[in-house]
C-alpha cells in the first residue's frame, strides 16, 4: 500500500533533517542514479502559451522516431493538454502524474500510456483538480513529498530501460515546474517574441534556474515568430539573444533556433493533429534542435565519467 502525502506530511515535517539538506542529499543520490543513462529534458516558460507543449510533443515524438524509448509526461496538472494531442481515451488512464507526486499511487507500468508511435509513452495529468488541493494545496510538505516522489519515478522510469524522460512543464513559478527544473538534465526555455514573455523569460532565468545551477545545461528558443519582420525588429529580437545570453553567462546556456509561425500547423490543430509533417520547416528546424539536446546531454555526461 502506498503511502499519500498526507501520511508522509509528518514523517517530512518533523523530521530533524531540514529541507535544504535532504534536498542536497536527494541531489547526490540523483548524480549516481544518472550514470545508467535516462536522460531528462524539460520545457518551460514564464509565461503561458509560447510552444511548450507544441514543442515538447514534437521533441519526444523526434527521440522516440531515433529508436529512444521515450516517455512525456504532462507537468501542467492545472491544465493537462497530452491526453488530448494523443487523443487518449479517459478509460484507458489509469495512473496519473497527479496520484503519482502525491504519493496515492506507486509508479506503476499502468501509468504509462502507449501511443500509435513506436518507442513513444505517456503519463498524463488529471483534469479534475481543484484549488487548495492535492498538488494545488499550499502546504509546504506537498512539496517535499513531491520532489522525493519524482525522484522515485526517475529511478522507476530507468528500470523499466526509459532513455529519454521530456516534460511538459506549466508555465511560471509553479512547484512541478520547478522542481522538474531541479531535476532536468536539459532545460529548454521558450520565448515568445514579446516585451513581456522576454522580459518574463529573464526574471524566472535569474530568480530559478540560476539558483538551480547545479547539473543541468540551459537553452531557450524563441517561438512564433512572423514569417517576415521589419529589419529593425530582427535587430531587437537579436539584442534580446545576446542579452539573455549575456545575463545568464554565454557558457551556461545556449540559443537554440529563432521558430517561425507556421499557418500549416495551426491548421493541423484545428484536426487535432500537433506533430510536425516531415515536409514543414518547423520539423527540420526541429531536427537540429533534437541534435543539440542529445549531443550537448551525452558531452556533459562523458565529461563527468
Ligand atoms: N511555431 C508555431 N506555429 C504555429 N502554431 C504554433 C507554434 N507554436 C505553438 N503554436 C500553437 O500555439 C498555441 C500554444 O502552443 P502550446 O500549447 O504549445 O503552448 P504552451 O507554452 O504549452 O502553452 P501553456 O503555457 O498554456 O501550456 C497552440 O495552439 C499551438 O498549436
Ligand atoms: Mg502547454
Redesign the pocket.
Known sequence: MVESWKSNLNTVTNSKVSGEEMGVSELSKLESLHSSRLDIIILH?Q?????????SCNIAHELAKRGNKTVLIDL?IA?P?IQHIFHVPDDEINITINDILLGESKVAEEALIKTKYPDLFLITATENVEYGEGLLSLLEGIQQFSFFALHEMTKFLQRMGFRYVVY?C??GYRMESVNAAAVADARVF?VRPSTFSFEGAKQMLTDIYKKLDIRSLNFFVF??LPPTLKKENVKLLESWKEEIIELYKPDKISFLDF?????D??EQ?IKGE?IFPETDE?YVRLLKIVDILIESIDKMKEKKN
Open positions: 516558460s509565461k503561458g502559451g509560447p510552444g511548450k507543449t507544441t514543442l501542467d491544465q493538454t511538459d506549466a508555465p521558450v517561438n512564433q521558430l517561425p509561425i507556421s499557418f500547423i495551426m490543430g500537433y518547423l
